[in-house]
Nanobody, 125 residues
Framework: QVHLVESGGGSVQSGGSLRVSCRAS????????MGWFRQAPGKEREYVAS???????KYTDSVRGRFAISRDNANNTLYLQMSDLKPEDTGIYYC???????????????????WGQGTQVTVSS
């Protein structure tokens, strides 16, 4: 089991930038799929981005070109750099790990094995 703790959320105006971080412990997160999901009030949790053990990155269409997922393997930390933020990016951002998959990260949240507690991101217009 991997323990995940997010940080770095906050409030920003439309067009602004934020970076959220996820510190992993208890397992080498560089050897598995790591990802970010988000959930807006009244909506289902949705896939945002993922990175696998060979550093292949994937994004949902609505954030491609604005968000960048990365990892610091030495510090077992995952990042999501968010730029040109829009009000529709508002939500709780969750870090996730899939201990069963080193590659071919899934987009369905139900397939992932471990979750952080989430961090709030609010974008105002």
């Amino acid at each position: 089991q991997v323990h995940l703790v997010e940080s770095g959320g906050g409030s920003v105006q439309s067009g602004g930038s934020l970076r959220v971080s996820c510190r992993a412990s208890g397992y080498d997160s560089s050897s598995i799929c790591m990802g970010w999901f988000r959930q807006a009030p009244g909506k289902e949790r949705e896939y945002v981005a993922s990175i696998d053990s060979v550093a292949k990155q994937k994004y949902t269409d609505s954030v491609r070109g604005r968000f960048a997922i990365s990892r610091d393997n030495a510090n077992n930390t995952l990042y999501l750099q968010m730029s040109d933020l829009k009000p529709e990016d508002t939500g709780i951002y969750y870090c996730a790990a899939d201990m069963e998959k080193p590659i071919y990260c899934q987009r369905s949240w139900s397939q992932w094995t471990d979750w952080g507690q989430g961090t709030q991101v609010t974008v105002s217009s």
